[in-house]
C-alpha cells in the first residue's frame, strides 16, 4: 500500500526527461500527416501501413471480460494485426512504463491509464498528440483540447447495500447516513477510494472530507482493498453496505443473482478512464487504427451492455438503475473527474488516505 502510495507521490513530481535524448518524435509526425489525408485515403493508408506492422501493444487497467470482445471484434475486422493486451491496476500501468522508458524500451503503443496517474505521465512526455476523428463524437468533458486524451468509458461510485440485511426504508440513502450509530462496523469502504475522496473534495472542500472520513472511521468503517472485491463481500453479507462501489460491478454481479442494490448518493462522484497513445509508439499507425476503434460507436455499444458508461455522444445505458439524465434532474450532482482535476485534487486526496484510510 505505501509502495503504491510512494509511486503516485513520485509521478505527480515526476520530471520531463524520459525523451529529452534529441530522438524524433516520428510518431507523431504520422498521425499529424493523417490528419492531412482525406477520410477514404487516410483511412486506406492507415489500414495498409498497420497491417504492415502487424501487431499493437496495449497496456490498460480494463479487465480481460472488457478488453478480450474489444480485442477479438477487431481483429475479425481487421485481420492480420494481432492486439497484445497487458493489464495491471493504475499504478502498474504508470509504473510499467516509466521503467520501460528510463531503459530505453518503447513497447506500447496505446495506454488506458487509470485517471490520476495520467497527467503525471503526460509530464514525463511518455503520451503523445493524437486527434483521432472520432473524438468528434465526445463531448468537452470527455477529452482534452490538445489530443492527448478522450475517455474510453466513465467509471462511477455509489453507495450500495445487501438486500438481505437491509430493507429498502432502512438502506442508506446520504453518505451521512454513515455516521448513524446503527452502521457500527457494519458498512465498508475501499482504501483507494479515489473517485469518491476526490469528488467529496472538489464538491465539498478539504476541510470537511477530512472531518467525514473521520467520522466514518470512528463510525467502524471497514476497510477493503480492491472494489470488485468489496462488492463480492458485500453480496456475501460480510457487512451491510458500503459507501464507494462501481455501478458497472454491482450491475454484473446483481445479474449474477447477487442480494444487492444501489443508491445513488449527492454527490455521485466519477472519473473518466483515459485512452491515448504511447509519445514513442513501435506501431504509430496501428495505434491509431486501434484507438479509432477503441472510441467508435461500435467499441462504444459494446462497453454500455456491459453497463459501462460512455462520454460519446447519443451512448446510453439501458438499465432502470442508471440514467445521469434522471439524476441530475432530481437535483443529483454528478462529479465527473479527470487528469486535471487529479493535478489539483491529488496530493490532498493522498494525504487524507495517508492518515485516515491505510493501515487500518
Not at 509521478?11 to 490528419?35: C, H, K, N, Q
Not at 502498474?92 to 496505446?110: C, I, M, W
Not at 511518455?126 to 465526445?138: A, K, M, T
Request: hydrophobic content about 40%; some cysteine; charged content about 25%.
Amino acid at each position: 500500500m505505501r509502495n503504491r502510495l510512494s509511486l503516485l507521490v513520485s509521478f505527480l513530481a515526476l520530471p520531463i526527461y524520459f525523451l529529452s535524448t534529441g530522438m524524433a518524435a516520428e510518431p507523431e509526425e504520422v498521425w499529424r500527416d493523417l490528419a492531412k489525408s482525406s477520410s477514404q485515403e487516410r483511412q486506406k493508408l492507415m489500414l495498409s501501413k498497420a497491417k504492415a506492422e502487424g501487431e499493437v501493444a496495449w497496456y490498460t487497467t480494463l479487465n480481460a471480460d472488457l478488453t478480450e470482445p474489444l480485442k477479438e471484434n477487431f481483429e475479425r475486422h481487421y485481420p492480420g494485426i494481432q492486439v497484445k493486451i497487458w493489464r495491471g491496476r493504475g499504478e502498474g500501468v504508470a509504473q510499467r512504463l516509466s521503467t520501460e522508458a528510463r531503459a530505453g524500451k518503447y513497447n506500447v503503443d496505446v495506454v488506458s491509464a487509470a485517471n490520476e496517474y495520467l497527467a503525471a505521465l503526460m509530464k514525463a512526455d511518455l503520451i503523445g498528440r493524437y486527434n483521432s476523428p472520432e473524438r468528434n463524437f465526445y463531448s468537452g468533458d470527455h477529452k482534452d483540447r490538445e489530443g492527448y486524451w478522450t475517455s474510453v468509458t466513465d467509471v462511477f461510485a455509489v453507495i450500495a447495500y445487501n438486500t438481505r440485511l437491509v430493507s429498502k426504508v432502512g438502506s442508506p440513502k446520504t453518505y451521512e447516513d454513515f455516521l448513524d450509530p446503527r452502521w457500527k462496523g457494519h458498512f465498508a469502504i475501499d482504501s483507494t477510494p479515489d473517485r469518491a475522496v476526490m469528488g467529496w473534495i472538489k464538491a465539498w472542500g478539504t476541510e470537511k472530507t477530512e472531518k467525514f472520513l473521520q467520522a466514518l472511521i470512528k463510525n467502524g468503517a471497514v476497510v477493503r482493498s480492491g472494489h470488485l472485491l468489496t462488492t463480492q463481500l458485500l453480496c456475501a453479507g460480510e457487512f451491510h453496505a458500503a459507501i464507494e462501489l462501481y455501478v458497472f460491478q454491482i450491475i454484473g454481479l446483481k445479474q449474477k443473482g447477487c442480494p444487492i442494490e444501489m443508491v445513488f448518493p449527492n454527490p455521485t462522484p466519477g472519473a473518466v478512464a483515459p485512452l491515448g497513445v504511447a509519445r514513442r509508439a513501435p506501431h504509430p499507425y496501428a495505434a491509431a487504427l486501434l484507438v479509432d476503434y477503441l472510441l467508435s460507436e461500435g467499441s462504444q455499444r459494446i462497453l454500455v451492455e456491459k453497463k459501462l458508461h460512455s462520454g460519446r455522444v447519443g451512448m446510453k445505458i439501458e438499465h432502470p438503475d442508471f440514467d445521469l439524465e434522471n439524476l441530475q434532474q432530481r437535483g443529483v450532482r454528478v462529479v465527473l473527474l479527470n487528469p486535471l482535476d487529479v493535478e489539483q485534487l491529488g496530493k490532498p486526496y493522498l494525504d487524507l488516505r495517508t492518515r485516515h484510510l491505510l493501515n487500518r
